[in-house]
């Protein structure tokens, strides 16, 4: 029975399986599974693969898990529901007026001008009513500070204080884009279902310091402090530019970490290296065992230090779950190890997920969970039978053992990393492979010991920081060279979750194979030497003398049977990467036979964006939105080290969760902020062939930045006039409106609403028409002069853009009237002050019989167009 060899192994499998059929099925579709799970439990004890008490733990761990997930879901929801419905007995609201009491349970985080926390509700009080006495009931705090020296007193609070507030309760946003980052779900997993927003630091009062308090919030304020304490040697050791980055690599502080350096070492697939793992809990567990062995401390205490030194270790990086999982099996390993009865990586595992799980069993959600897990499984069941592919070399073993780890490191975190972020480097196994090691082996224990010994000798301490801070400009240089070789950088679009499973269990089937192939190999090597297995190579060798037409081969009887059983081996390999390349195929193009367009309206916000798929795979983006900042001289001690931007926080992931490889064509209306400012990101982060703009500059940073970007990127740059046209391929066409006249040279013109490109795209028979920010006079201009010259047929349009995002002198009777629109999409932000889209531009397309779609109210409108005519994506 060979499941009855790694009992725990299998019951932590059926357990982990329990966890994710509760968390992705529900109740019903759990019921389900727990069936197909009875029923192979019933098949593998037939089959005599497990004893029936194997069967019956694993089924238990299923339920168990199952039915925990179930019962955390079914209490994690908001007790404020009640207190709310009370306090909308005169209608409904987006946010309350509270005032809540309670304690500080995540440290405080201050950027800029903003403070964020997590808090534990004791009670909230709504208006004049009376306060609502909570358990447990978790807010997440933003608090926007008035005045510069507000950071100060934000900073001295700290976790564990009771405090109360006066704030606005709100809920979270959703995703208002198909397949864009949802708030309200990724806090609802955290138990979170509320933000509170305040307003400056007399809004909050701390009734009772943490330092009075025995809570474990209280004790992790004191762990915050200490990591506080340690982050500040760091900021004296290191120059500011180093600063943040040693501090994520050795405390995993990464609230400072510069956002474009970031950015570099995730296009690499470098962010793992920031991320407190087992790699960091590895070497600092090295680091202090050969101290203690310099020290003549013999296995039994060193073990027992040790023990007691990683779970300090682990409070002292942040308690992230990879942070945990590490730490946890590295305990387990210690116990085992001490009690004698340490056997592999695979029983460490196991028992650290279902540990974990049981402790939280939303740590299934989290991403760094998931990896953590995913990769070191890979790591403990590929690398040994990779490696025995490889060479044997008598000199520089360790090269080969580096090729393996991060060969299959990066095999096993592929399907992850595409399916959560969208991109992939094909230098980032280059990277790995030499920056890992180096960062690793140099650059993190010269930052600790630098850090240990500054509280001894800061100016020593100095000295070592040096010696790294030359190895950080090395590996930055390094870094920045590679991550900006654009030819390398590939988007993948999110693929679906059974491939994400299919790769996983082709690379364990793949790995088992070729361990097998290579015992099999030894073997063959061992019998061939073996004058007793004279006989079984018999048949081996005379086959080989017919082969090379009766003349006695030269090679070797061992030669033979090695080539014999690699043969053997190595046939059903290929079959598995014939298999992985049509997986990569579909994933990399899973649209690739699908013949219908799609065009959609995304919510950028108050401003502009619309991304189309044509019928043969090719995209058109036209604007990018971004926001208009209204800050003043002397505000800049508001600015975030990294502020929402709508291009890379929003535009960017949506177009890699949608596999968009490559921008054909960039249309700029005009060169307002609300239209162009998120396309800076897009240039820098994704291929564009072309650029369509009116020919104009506006004198704006924002306009500066995009020009300078995309000549950067060597994009050629087309000013299109009224009568031209274009097919982009069989089924679209673009026919260009407005402007009128193509201008003579590049003017700097500050009013851009009326020189807006308008464009009319047919895609197969269904036109759209895109109009800018262009008013009533400019669109009486268009229509006279289509008239006149019959720039276009005179068609009803089947879906028209709202003009200047609904504005009042937008939109007229007139223009309506001319092209008879069939839809009209509005695209404003839901908290506009300009009042978009305005009631009498609504009237209008109600008296013309449009349907309208408004992103404010609905999020991102999506339109399919096939040779049939066009419909709307349901939501």
Not at 555 to 570: E, Q
Not at 641 to 646: G, L, N, R
Not at 690 to 696: A, D, E, L, V
Not at 768 to 792: K, N, P, Q, W, Y
């Amino acid at each position: 029975m060979a499941m009855n060899r790694r009992p725990l192994v299998w019951f932590s499998l059926t357990f982990v399986l329990g966890s994710c059929a509760a968390a992705g099925l529900g109740w019903r579709g759990t019921l389900y599974a727990g069936g197909a799970a009875f029923l192979l439990a019933v098949a593998a004890v037939l089959g005599r693969q497990a004893s029936k008490g194997l069967a019956i733990i694993c089924l238990l761990g299923f339920c168990v898990a199952a039915g925990e997930r179930l019962w955390a879901d079914s209490r994690n929801v908001t007790e404020l529901q009640e207190l709310l419905a009370v306090a909308e007995s005169d209608g409904p609201r987006a946010a309350y007026s509270v005032r809540v009491s309670g304690t500080i349970i995540s440290a405080v985080e201050v950027d800029g001008d903003r403070a964020q926390f997590r808090l534990e509700a004791a009670a909230i009080q709504v208006a004049d009513e009376e306060p609502l006495v909570m358990r447990g009931e978790r807010l997440m705090v933003q608090l926007q500070l008035a005045a510069q020296p507000e950071q100060a007193i934000a900073a001295a609070w700290q976790r564990g204080d009771q405090v109360r507030i006066d704030g606005e309760l709100s809920q979270p946003a959703t995703a208002t884009n198909s397949g864009g980052f949802d708030y309200r779900r990724y806090l609802s997993s955290q138990g979170i279902h509320w933000l509170l927003k305040s307003k400056g630091a007399a809004a909050l009062a701390v009734e009772a310091p943490a330092a009075e308090a025995l809570s474990a919030a209280a004790i992790y304020g004191r762990v915050d402090a200490a990591r506080a304490w340690l982050g500040a040697r760091l900021d004296f050791l290191y120059p500011a530019e180093q600063a943040g980055y040693m501090k994520g690599l050795v405390l995993g502080i990464r609230e400072d970490l510069d956002p474009e350096q970031f950015n570099q070492f995730a296009r690499l697939g470098l962010t793992h290296i920031l991320a407190i793992s087992g790699l960091h809990v590895g070497v600092f567990m090295y680091a202090l065992t050969s101290i203690l062995k310099m020290l003549r401390q013999p296995r039994e205490r060193i073990l027992l230090i040790l023990m007691t030194a990683v779970p300090f270790y682990v409070l002292l990086t942040g308690a992230s779950p990879s942070v945990l999982r590490a730490g946890l099996m590295a305990m387990l390993g210690l116990v085992a190890a001490r009690m004698g009865k340490l056997k592999d990586g695979l029983h460490l595992i196991a028992a650290a997920a279902v540990v974990l799980l049981l402790f939280n069993p939303y740590f299934l959600n989290d991403v760094s969970f998931q990896l953590s897990f995913i990769v070191t499984l890979g790591l403990i069941i590929g690398v040994p039978p990779f490696r025995r592919a490889l060479p044997r070399w008598r000199r520089g073993g360790w090269v080969l053992d580096l090729i393996a780890v991060t060969v299959v490191a990066q095999l096993v975190s592929f399907p992850v990393t595409i399916y959560y972020f969208n991109q992939f480097n094909l230098l980032s196994l280059l990277a790995n492979f030499v920056l890992v090691p180096f960062i690793s082996m140099v650059v993190m224990p010269a930052g600790a010991a630098a850090l240990v010994l500054s509280m001894l000798w800061p100016w020593g301490a100095k000295l070592i920081a040096n010696v790294s801070v030359i190895a950080n400009d090395g590996s930055f240089a390094i870094i920045e060279w590679l991550a900006d070789q654009a030819l390398f950088r590939q988007v993948w679009g999110t693929p679906p979750l059974w491939w994400v499973v299919v790769w996983l269990l082709l690379m364990g089937v793949a790995f088992r194979r070729l361990g097998r192939g290579d015992a099999s190999v030894e073997q063959g090597r061992l019998s061939a030497a073996d004058p007793e297995h004279s006989e079984e190579t018999a048949p081996i060798q005379v086959e080989e003398t017919k082969h090379f037409g009766g003349v006695k081969s030269h090679l070797s009887d061992s030669t033979i049977m090695k080539t014999h059983n690699r043969l053997s081996v190595y046939k059903p390999l290929i079959i598995h990467a014939f298999v992985a390349m049509l997986l990569l195929v579909y994933a990399y193009m899973p649209d690739a036979f699908d013949r219908t367009a799609t065009v959609s309206f995304l919510d950028v916000g108050q401003g502009d964006a619309a991304l189309i798929r044509t019928a043969s795979g090719k995209h058109i983006l036209v604007d990018g939105g971004g926001a208009l900042s209204f800050r003043k001289p002397g505000d800049e001690w508001r600015n975030r080290s990294d502020p929402f931007e709508v291009g890379s926080k929003v535009l960017v992931p949506l177009l890699r969760d949608r596999g968009v490889h490559r921008i054909d064509l960039l249309i700029l209306s005009h060169m307002d902020t609300d239209h162009i400012k998120g396309l800076i990101a897009v240039i820098k982060e994704i291929p564009v062939t072309r650029i369509w703009w009116n020919g104009t500059l506006r004198s704006s940073e924002d306009s500066s930045r995009l020009m300078e970007a995309a000549l950067r990127a060597d994009i050629p740059l087309y000013a299109p006039i009224a009568g031209e046209s274009w097919s982009l391929d069989k089924e679209t066409r673009l026919d260009v409106l407005w402007p009128a006249e193509r201008m003579s040279d590049i003017p700097v013109i500050k009013d851009q609403n009326e020189l807006s490109l308008v464009v009319a795209i047919q895609l197969y028979d269904s036109r759209f028409l895109f109009t800018g920010d262009i008013s009533t006079r400019t669109e009486s201009a268009i229509v006279r002069m289509t008239r006149e010259r019959i720039l276009v047929p005179e068609e009803p349009i089947d879906m028209m853009k709202v003009a200047h995002h609904g504005s009042r002198h937008s939109t007229g009777n007139e223009w309506l009237s001319y092209w008879r629109p069939s839809g009209a999409v509005a695209s404003v932000g839901a908290t506009n002050t300009y009042g978009h889209p305005h009631p009498d531009v609504l009237g209008r397309l109600e008296a013309a019989g449009v349907v309208l779609w408004r992103t404010d109210t609905g999020g991102e409108a999506r339109f399919r167009v096939s040779s049939k005519g066009i419909s709307a994506f349901q939501k």
